[in-house]
């Protein structure tokens, strides 16, 4: 049976990190999801609600329904600005002040 709990084992490797990573990284409690597997047990509200505020770019629709892909293609991606262009800025604010 394919169910939330066993798309949220198919991400783990595609987010590169172990369950305990990801557990900690949503805030459940340590082991949540392989003991979630093991009672082939329902993923509640509250934890795709984590699921969704952590980790945007999954695809909520894929992660409950399994339909669709894993992962929202046109999520815009934060600007990495570089130590000298963060520095500029930060120069430029305290300089107007």
Same mark, same amino acid.
């Given at each position: 049976m394919n169910n939330t709990i066993n798309r949220i084992i198919q991400l783990l490797p595609a987010l590169k990190m172990s369950a305990r990573?990801? =557990?900690?990284s949503i %805030?459940? %409690? *340590?082991s949540y999801t392989l003991r979630m597997q093991k009672n *082939?047990?329902?993923? %509640?509200?509250n934890v795709i609600e984590r699921i969704a505020k952590v980790y945007p770019q999954i695809n909520l629709v894929?992660? /409950?329904t399994g339909q669709d892909k894993m992962f929202v293609k046109n999520l815009l991606k934060p600007e990495v600005r570089t130590k000298a262009e963060i520095q500029y800025? /930060? =120069? *430029?604010k305290l300089n107007q002040h």
């Open positions: 990573q990801f =557990d900690l %805030g459940t %409690g *340590n *082939n047990a329902s993923v %509640g509200s894929w992660l /409950i800025y /930060i =120069d *430029n």
